[in-house]
């Protein structure tokens, strides 16, 4: 059974982007954060946007916006806060992952 948690957070910049990306795409505002063996670092994060709520994902929601993330990836993001940043370099979603103990430059892939 999905469970509403405080254990990842959904920033209000990247709410807006979800909900924008998903009203252009006819998808429902449901952003999937995932964690894969990979990356310059160890691991890398995933994003995709998702159709549903799985039954083991926990989920943060921001208004109307859901944030989602199975079991085996919460454990490595627990605490983390998924934000959207534009700078110069360009824009992207960014986690401030406190587990991480190191990252790659670009922020994509990170090690604990």
């Not at 990306?21 to 994003?47: E, M, N, T």
């Not at 989602?68 to 534009?86: C, F, H, K, Q, T």
């Amino acid at each position: 059974m999905a469970t509403l948690a405080p254990e990842i957070a959904l920033t209000d910049s990247a709410a807006a982007r979800v909900a924008t990306i998903a009203a252009k795409q006819g998808k429902p505002a449901i952003l999937r954060l995932s964690v894969d063996g990979g990356g310059c670092s160890g691991f890398q994060y995933k994003f995709g946007f998702a159709d549903a709520v799985e039954s083991d994902d926990t989920i943060a929601e921001n208004g109307d916006v859901r944030l989602v993330v199975d079991s085996v990836s919460l454990d490595l993001v627990r605490g983390a806060a998924v934000d959207y940043v534009e700078e110069l370099g360009g824009a992207a979603f960014r986690v401030t992952n406190p587990q991480a103990a190191s990252g790659c430059g670009c922020g994509a892939s990170f090690s604990i």
